[in-house]
């Protein structure tokens, strides 16, 4: 069992940023659309 964790530390380490980075570019996409519709 710690071996598999051994496996997984590096894959979830690399994964969480790109996730956490996918999803500030969802939520700014978001804001965008909100703010050009608001002004408009």
Do not use: K, W
Not at 22 to 35: H, P, S, V
């Amino acid at each position: 069992m710690a071996y598999l964790n051994r496996i997984d530390a590096p894959a979830a380490a690399s994964y969480t940023p790109m996730h956490i980075h996918t999803l500030f570019r969802t939520c700014q996409l978001e804001l965008i659309l909100i703010m050009a519709f608001g002004a408009s």
